[in-house]
């Protein structure tokens, strides 16, 4: 027999899921906020764009990255087979947060040598 849960605990389910994106968004954003300031610092004026192309996808993953721990369970979800195991719901914004992060720190270190 499925126990359904109460209204206290969905509500602490719903606030450590919240605690799980705070802490995951304080962590991304150490990494790439000197990523991105090293990069527009020592950019050359004609890749200039890659400094809010970068920024944007940054800021687009960390949204999708945030929905992505709600899509699974939310109700009437017509992507819930699609996202069974919960980490899936969230690959698409941390891969859309990862790789800004990793191309602006290895750029910087290349424009920097």
Known sequence: MKQSLNSEDWELKRWQ???????????????????????????PAENWALVPTFLTSYVLGRFLFGVGYFLPTFPGNMFAPLF?????????GMNLTLYPTFFALNLSLYFLY
């Not at 069974?84 to 698409?92: A, C, D, I, N, V």
């Open 84 to 92: 069974t195991l919960e980490g899936w719901g969230r690959s698409p």
């Open 17 to 43: 899921k919240f605690q799980k994106i705070l802490t995951n968004n304080t962590e991304q954003g150490l990494l790439f906020i000197p990523s991105i300031i090293s990069l527009a610092l020592l950019v």
